[in-house]
């Protein structure tokens, strides 16, 4: 007596082995046409298989076992692969080639390591901005995305990862979106995937759109409240000058990276480069940095009191490194990190002069520029060389570098004594008639 084809998934469970027989095949009714059927093996799960003929040929392919493949599932593969028989295509090799797919997909972590290498290889970006891509990925999209498979990864995905960057930083989502747009750009043109799902994402979409630029700038006596506060955060007992190791048990900020703080207001300088200072780079009062942002390196004259702050850290660190990590990843010596600076900063302001107007370690080197043009009188072109801005014209740019290097040491000179006037002392006790001391000369 023939059975009856399984109708339902409720039919399924009580389908036995018939006699003796290791294996008992169920034909399933499929809307897409015969072949379909279930199979219950002696000892095994039950699976759904698909019974066809091409090129006067029986074959039989197996879709998956039962219950993880459900029977509407099943019926919906069925539909596949009956498509293409009727095309003349086996199903046994398009089943091989999706199994071959699946076991060679790339994660997101794999590929953003293909793609970093190939960057690496090419030698266009900047190795610091490659470490940036990596850090970020790291600490804000790795969690979420690292371990999806490119050919899974849906807009849902990357939109979550962003959603919850968001959380934590606008700043980051943004550059985010910008990592995830260019490493699967990459897959495109490398034909990993057929389309970029990150392109129709954007920053405003997750509140992350860039902000107006920042104009918030330190005037001197707002400087002064920071560099002596922090002076009196040192002075608790913790400094080199005390017998301590320049961190203090109740300071806010460490010897390092206060006199890393200093150090950008004197010279008007990154935080990363002042960060990855070597006294390798300085030969008497001229500091050359070899890797700056646009690519070229800059030299920067070294006031005797920028002097001043470069001789005490060299007291307390052991490589050439100027402000050296007191928390190495390894046992190789290492620069304190750049985050350690701003985090230090933050600390110090919401702990000591959380009712100033907020500002951030930018923000200093923008106090440094402003105070240059209002108080010692510089002419922009001046500022624009000492912050390591390039002239779009090129004839400009090499007159520049020829004629103002006198006039870049006069600036950063002039500008060391005023905060050693008025910044790391109050002008009104430097005068004995009590007057505020007018300090200008011009810069040009």
Known sequence: MARKPVTQDRE????????????????????????????????????????????????????????????????????ELA?????????????ASEKAKNETALTMDELLGRWLDAQRVAEVVKPK?????????????????????????????????????????????????????QMLDYAVVHCLIEANPARLLRPKDFGASAGSPR??????????RLWKGIDEDLGSGGSLAAGGRGVSRHATISLPAANAIKLLILTGCRRGEVANMRFSHIRDDMWTIPDTKNGRPHSVFLSRQAKALIDEQALYVNGDFVFESDR????????????SITRALRRFISRSLSDMEPFTVHDLRRSAATNWAERLD?????????????????????????????????LWQRWGELVELEVANDPQKNDSNGNVIEFIRKVK
């Open 12 to 79: 399924i469970p009580s389908l036995i082995l018939q006699g003796e027989a290791s294996i008992t095949r169920y034909a399933v009714k499929s809307p897409h046409g015969g072949g379909l059927a279930i199979e219950v093996r002696a000892g095994k799960s039950k699976r759904f298989v698909y019974r066809y003929r091409i090129a006067g040929t029986q074959a039989t392919v197996v879709l998956g076992n039962y219950p993880a493949l459900s029977l509407a599932r099943a019926r919906l593969e069925h539909a």
């Open 83 to 95: 498509a293409l028989v009727k095309k003349g295509i086996d199903p046994r090799k398009h089943v």
């Open 129 to 181: 901005t490659l470490q940036c891509h990596q850090e970020r990925w790291n600490r804000h999209l790795k969690k979420t995305l690292g371990n999806i498979r490119l050919i899974d990864l849906t807009r849902a995905h990357l939109a979550q990862a962003l959603e919850i960057t968001r959380r934590a930083t606008k700043d980051e989502t943004r550059k985010g979106l910008g990592t995830l747009n």
């Open 215 to 224: 104009e918030r700038w330190l005037t001197v006596p707002e400087l002064r």
């Open 328 to 339: 190495p990843k390894s046992d190789v010596i290492e620069p304190i990190l750049v985050d």
């Open 378 to 410: 510089a002419e922009e072109r001046v500022i624009e060389l000492c912050l390591n801005h390039l002239p779009l014209n090129k004839l400009v740019r090499t007159y520049h570098r020829s004629r103002h290097d006198d006039k870049k040491k006069m």
